[in-house]
Nanobody, 113 residues
Framework: QVQLVESGGGLVQAGGSLRLSCAASGRLFTIQTMNWYRQASGKQRELVARLFSSGTTDYGDSVKGRFTISRDDADTLYLQMNSLKPEDTATYYC????????WGQGTQVTVSS
């Protein structure tokens, strides 16, 4: 089992920055990937960024060059979001794949124009 607790969402103006955090606990030695997804109102959930256990990262086309995924030694996953746009408005979810799939509770990010 893996437990995920997210924080860091909020309201920001276009062009601004936010950093999301996801504190992970539990059977972390089984983690294969740690990911951020988002879901805007009326749209399907989409992958924003992935961090593989090897350290390799992967980003959705709409966020490349603006968002950065990282993980610290305390097993907290981050998503640094810069140059935010109104179309980045969504609920952001932390996701971990580790002999099962686990989701955080979601955190709302709203970008005003």
């Amino acid at each position: 089992q893996v437990q995920l607790v997210e924080s860091g969402g909020g309201l920001v103006q276009a062009g601004g920055s936010l950093r999301l955090s996801c504190a992970a606990s539990g059977r972390l030695f089984t983690i294969q990937t740690m990911n951020w997804y988002r879901q805007a109102s009326g749209k399907q959930r989409e992958l924003v960024a992935r961090l593989f256990s090897s350290g390799t990262t992967d980003y959705g086309d709409s966020v490349k060059g603006r968002f950065t995924i990282s993980r610290d030694d305390a097993d907290t996953l981050y998503l640094q979001m810069n140059s935010l746009k109104p179309e980045d408005t969504a609920t952001y979810y932390c996701n971990v794949r580790a002999l099962g799939e686990y989701w955080g509770q979601g955190t709302q990010v709203t970008v005003s124009s």
